[in-house]
């Protein structure tokens, strides 16, 4: 079984224990239902419990982690993490893990209070099905985090539209997630059904064409190469 470079998921050998999945809501007569957890009993656990997922790209996300560790240090006692870090190092606080296989990711989804992710259309729809707003910090290829801006160009997008809290600075980050500890339930989706699927149709087929456009543009960065290399040694053999 493989990874999924989106969500994060991994073989299920490399799975991370998740918390006990909480009962779902599910919308009755509908065989793809929006996943809306149930609001825990708060004197089960007094710390709200936040997910970060940064999918299995190969390309490093240090500036997330390190943003997160700065936070966590005020935030500690308020909030149990579950960090799902792929390439990136492991951050310095509870909870860290690569990788999820995909019935943990699942369940730490369903769990969580907030959601924390890179700009995947796949974690971003999978958050959403969850009854998440996600909160969204998109990979900057600038700093060697993507091979190109397709993520912030996704990201700001869904923003605008209100499907994402889009973060794109520290003070962003920290804010929104100071809003999140100070009232969850501003970050969870309307259980509307007939809305929502729309939604994840929209989300869904635009990742896919963001993927395609991707995969066009590696095509064509290999091809120019291959054509710049025979002119070389065209040139050379003159």
């Given at each position: 079984m493989s990874g999924d470079a989106s969500t994060g998921t991994a073989p299920a050998h490399r799975s991370a224990p998740g918390r006990s999945t909480p009962h779902v809501a599910r919308p009755v007569g509908r065989p793809d239902p929006v996943l809306v957890p149930r609001q825990r009993d708060r004197a089960d656990s007094a710390r709200l419990q936040l997910l970060v997922a940064v999918g299995t790209d190969k390309h490093p996300f240090d500036r997330l982690v390190s943003w997160l560790e700065e936070w966590h240090v005020e935030a500690a006692d308020h909030v149990g993490l579950i960090v799902q870090h792929g390439h990136t190092r492991a951050p310095e606080v509870p909870g860290a893990v690569p990788f999820l296989g995909h019935d943990a990711l699942q369940r730490a989804m369903a769990g969580a209070d907030l959601v924390v992710c890179h700009g995947g259309p796949a974690t971003i729809l999978e958050a959403r099905r969850h009854g998440h707003l996600p909160i969204v910090v998109p990979r900057d290829p600038f700093l060697g985090e993507h091979v190109d801006d397709h993520q912030q160009l996704f990201a700001r997008r869904l923003g605008a539209a209100?499907?994402?809290?889009?973060?794109?600075s520290r003070e962003e980050l920290r804010d929104t997630l100071a809003a999140g500890l100070a009232d969850p339930?501003?970050?969870?989706?309307?259980?509307?059904?007939?809305?929502?699927?729309?939604?994840?149709?929209?989300v869904a087929r635009v990742g896919q064409i963001v993927d395609e456009l991707v995969a066009a543009a590696a095509r064509r960065r290999r091809w120019w190469r291959v054509r710049a290399r025979s002119a070389r040694g065209e040139e050379t053999d003159r």
């Open positions: 209100g499907m994402v809290a889009l973060c794109e339930a501003r970050f969870a989706v309307a259980a509307d059904a007939a809305a929502s699927d729309a939604q994840q149709a929209a």
